[in-house]
């Protein structure tokens, strides 16, 4: 039997993820008492398991035996994917393993901020009649981008809480849209019809500060922004503008431009707004799809 091939794991995972590919590979860990640092296997690695840490295109090109990045998650902005296409490096996601819990997340977010949650929980001795949300009933929800996940709040939506769905996605055809049960619009009528928004894109170029202010003050009086795709798809500056012009009613974010949020930044202060420290996907079904799927996907590559 050869050598085994050399797997790093910078962050950790689930034990069952672990224990996959211990079964197939030498597993060198990059945290805990006996931490190999990267540039402690750099010639030998032949694949990273990737939750948050980054990969850069200076270390892919100090690993000449590396040929696998599987991304413990559905986001690519931590992986330089230039150098990995030139290099002949496999980058691979886990694009199902999270989509019930970031669903879920996105949905108590968004009932958090609607029903005033936030304000209801750190109120110091005003009466209950100062504190008045808003059902979700009757109401819309926007959804900017449509994929598996968006897909999924459309139903939990729709079925759960008799709200109507408008969807934008450029990326794919109305019908597509429409057969997942909700109604396609171009990004103007979304905002402009939505009581609610919610983002589901990833981070690009394109994707950069997607919300800015107009986008913003074109949504209803009262509406509310909800995002756990990435911090970068809506300019925060934009957001804290129209929460403090009293256009918007509040935002619930899983995600920031900087992560974790500094403690004394604005949007901490505004009362109608709940963030949450990234964990939309951290439920433990979840952690242990996402781990065992990145390490059966390094498994069938190395094989």
Do not use: C
Not at 3 to 30: S, T
Not at 236 to 250: F, K, N, T, V
Not at 263 to 289: K, N, Y
């Amino acid at each position: 039997m050869g050598e085994r091939p050399l797997v790093w794991i910078p962050r950790p995972v689930h034990d069952d993820g672990l224990a996959l590919l211990r079964d197939h590979a030498d597993v060198r860990l990059g945290y805990g008492d006996a931490a190999t640092t990267f540039d402690d296997i750099a010639g030998q690695v032949a694949g990273i398991l990737l939750r948050t840490a980054r990969v850069d295109g200076a270390m892919m090109r100090r690993a000449p035996a590396l040929t696998i990045i599987a991304r413990h998650g559905v986001g690519l902005d931590t992986v330089d994917l230039d150098t990995a296409e030139q290099r002949g490096i496999v980058v691979t996601t886990t694009p199902t393993a999270n989509t019930q819990s970031v669903a879920e997340h996105t949905i108590a977010l968004l009932l958090a901020v609607r029903r005033g949650i936030g304000v209801a929980v750190r109120n110091e001795g005003d009466t209950r009649a100062a504190i008045q949300g808003r059902e979700l009933s009757g109401s819309t929800l926007g959804l900017i981008g449509f994929g598996r996940i968006a897909s999924r709040v459309a139903h939990i939506a729709r079925q759960g809480f008799g709200m109507r769905v408008l969807a934008y996605d450029p990326l794919l055809p109305d019908a597509g849209i429409a057969a997942a049960g909700a109604e396609p619009a171009p990004l103007d009528r979304v905002l402009a019809q939505s009581d609610a928004v919610s983002l589901h894109v990833p981070l690009t170029e394109r994707t950069r500060h997607l919300i800015g202010l107009a986008e913003l003050l074109s949504m209803p009086k009262g509406g509310v922004v909800i995002n756990t795709s990435r911090g970068g798809t809506v300019d925060e500056d934009a957001l804290l503008s129209a929460l403090r012009q009293g256009h918007l009613a509040g935002a619930g974010l899983d995600v920031t431009v900087l992560e974790p949020l500094p403690a004394d930044h604005p949007l901490r202060t505004e009362p109608s707004v709940i963030i949450t420290p990234h964990v939309g996907a951290q439920t433990a079904e979840a952690m242990r799809r996402m781990a065992t799927d990145a390490a059966g996907k390094i498994i069938e590559h190395l094989a």
